[in-house]
């Protein structure tokens, strides 16, 4: 069995190429986008440049997953705590994000993506929801890919509103404390409404989780990439992709287990 390194540095680069096998491909991946601030001060320009490229790069490997075929795609575009940012920053992302969504609807139309947003919403601008709601509606039936946007999002937050809202039905008498499960809260989460996500993507070179779709990774598969995500492309998702699929995924079982046929009771 041949183990891809989990981490594509340069020193164990990946097969960085256009092909793809399309059998064991995951069903929905993550990733957390970093890298635009650097990006952008490598080349002297403001940080608001490089999230601009990164709205293109956005645009870039959507395209590419529904090419692919994958069924949720999930990117973190703007963390609950990305609030703290410096309010120009904050703006300007804003105000991308409401380009992004004006510039990509009828892509997303006539490719039957649906387009959902988790996040605490009730924070954003009123000119993003704007866009951001006819969008999600239009889309809701579409069945190609769902592709969602992490706006204001935070893992930890979204657990906490899960927790919340169980207890909540308990003091009301609808379920009893012992009937909450791992599944019940699980059922809380729209960001696991698409499932668990199989693989997570990191760019920037930093291997770290921040926050993201934290109850949902519990079994996900990590590839984190030296690239800065302005720079990144369809061949570093396959790249990823590519690692995901040479990796053995044993949910706590043991590797005899899930590489045994299944057993057929007569
Ligand atoms: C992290 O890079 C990136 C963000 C906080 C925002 C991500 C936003 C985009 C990719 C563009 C807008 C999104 C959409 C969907 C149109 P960083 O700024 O922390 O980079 P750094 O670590 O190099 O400073």
Redesign the pocket.
């Known amino acids: 069995m041949c183990y891809a390194p989990a981490v594509l540095t340069a020193a164990h680069p990946p097969p960085a190429s256009n092909v793809i096998e399309l059998r064991g491909l995951p069903s929905h991946v993550g990733i957390i986008?970093?890298?635009?601030?650097?990006?952008?001060?490598q080349r002297g320009l403001d940080?608001s440049e490089?999230?601009?490229a990164?709205?293109a790069?956005?645009r870039r490997v959507v395209r590419a997953a529904r090419r692919l075929g994958l069924r949720a795609l999930t990117?973190?575009?703007?963390?609950e705590q990305?609030w703290a940012?410096p309010e120009l920053?904050v703006g300007a992302?804003m105000d991308?994000?409401k380009?992004?969504?004006l510039a990509e609807r009828s892509e997303i139309l006539h490719n039957g993506i649906r387009l959902q947003a988790i996040g605490n919403l009730g924070r954003l601008p009123a000119f993003v929801r704007a866009v951001l709601d006819p969008l999600r509606n239009e889309s809701a039936n579409n069945e190609a890919m769902t592709l969602t946007?992490a706006l204001s999002y935070g893992g930890r937050e979204e657990i906490a509103l899960a927790a919340r809202e169980l207890a909540d039905d308990v003091k009301k008498g609808r379920i009893s404390a012992d009937q909450i499960t791992t599944e019940s809260l699980r059922a809380r989460m729209p960001s696991l409404a698409v499932g668990d996500p199989d693989l997570v993507i990191r760019t920037?070179g930093?291997q770290r989780i921040s926050n993201f779709l934290l109850y949902g990774l519990a079994y996900a598969e990590l590839a984190f990439s030296e690239k800065?995500?302005?720079d990144f492309d369809a061949p570093d998702l396959y790249a990823a992709i590519g690692s995901y699929q040479q990796r053995e995924r044993r949910f706590g079982k043991t590797g005899a287990q899930v590489r045994a046929p299944t057993q057929v009771t007569p």
């Not at 986008?33 to 001060?41: E, F, L, P, S, T």
């Open positions: 986008m970093d890298g635009n601030g650097r990006w952008a001060q940080r490089g999230h601009r990164g709205s790069a956005v990117v973190y575009a703007f963390s990305n940012r920053e992302l991308l994000l380009e992004f969504l946007l920037g930093e800065l995500w302005p």
